[in-house]
């Protein structure tokens, strides 16, 4: 069965940091992988998404993710975070269409200090 | 601002019971799927719904059945509670399968004591 890690729990930086939050998936097929956000008081929402094609993705805020199938790795990343920025970040997995099994992360609490 | 929503917001029952919980999908979403979330971490499927039909299911037993309607809402319920039953239920719409980007409502918080 399908696992998605996210090792790092709670990150914590000050504002302007660069961030890159960690998401290792235990799969050997084609996957489908995201990135889900909640920001706090908010619902869960799709921040990026991988299907195929160009292995780095671009979604909303800033925010991209680089899939890198020899690491079994898609880690998000930003240049510079701030403040609102601050939110719990799920990884996610899917594998090839058909399959309707999305398998998240734990998540990882991210604390931008101002 | 997401037009899925969830009701009840929270919910105490006692080890035994039985419990309904309900979702009303976002407009122009055929397709429904339910998580329980633990505290502390991610999401796990349960199970999906389109097109008032089960089409999938996460590593849950039986005692956790669901139903969708012709307007797409739909319905998850649990028999027998269970104390490790106690979470977060999340459903979430999408035009499609899990590839469409899911709208996630805010959950029912279940309690069982």
């Known amino acids: 069965a399908q696992s998605v890690s996210q090792h790092n729990h709670h990150v914590i930086l000050s504002e302007a940091a660069s961030l890159e939050l960690g998401c290792n998936y235990s799969?050997?097929?084609?996957?489908?992988l995201f990135w889900y956000v909640q920001y706090p008081g908010q619902h869960l929402q799709l921040l990026l998404k991988?299907?195929?094609?160009?292995?780095l993705v671009k979604g909303i805020k800033g925010f991209e993710a680089e899939f890198i199938k020899s690491k079994f790795s898609f880690n998000l990343r930003k240049p510079s975070v701030q403040w609102s920025d601050t939110a719990e970040y799920f990884c996610?997995?899917?594998?090839?269409?058909?399959?309707?099994?999305?398998?998240f992360g734990t998540g990882t609490r991210l604390t931008i200090i101002p | 601002e997401t037009g899925v929503t969830q009701s009840p917001t929270h919910l105490i029952k006692t080890r035994g019971q039985q419990v309904t919980l309900r979702c009303s999908s976002q407009?122009?979403?055929?397709?429904v799927s339910w998580y329980q979330q633990a505290l502390g971490q991610g999401p796990q499927f349960i199970f999906q719904?389109?097109?008032?039909?089960?089409?999938g299911r996460g590593n849950f037993p039986p005692r956790f059945s669901g139903l969708q309607f012709p307007n797409y809402s739909s319905e998850l319920n649990v028999n027998a509670l269970e104390l490790d039953d106690s979470a977060l239920y999340l459903c979430?719409?999408?035009?499609?399968?899990?590839?469409?980007?899911?709208?996630f409502g805010p959950g029912t918080r279940l309690t069982v004591t």
């Open positions: 996610a997995v899917l594998l090839d269409f058909g399959n309707e099994k999305l398998t």
């Open positions: 979430a719409s999408s035009q499609g399968g899990a590839a469409y980007e899911q709208y």
């Open positions: 719904y389109y097109r008032e039909e089960e089409n």
């Open positions: 991988y299907f195929s094609g160009d292995p």
């Open positions: 799969y050997g097929g084609t996957v489908n």
């Open positions: 407009s122009g979403h055929n397709t």
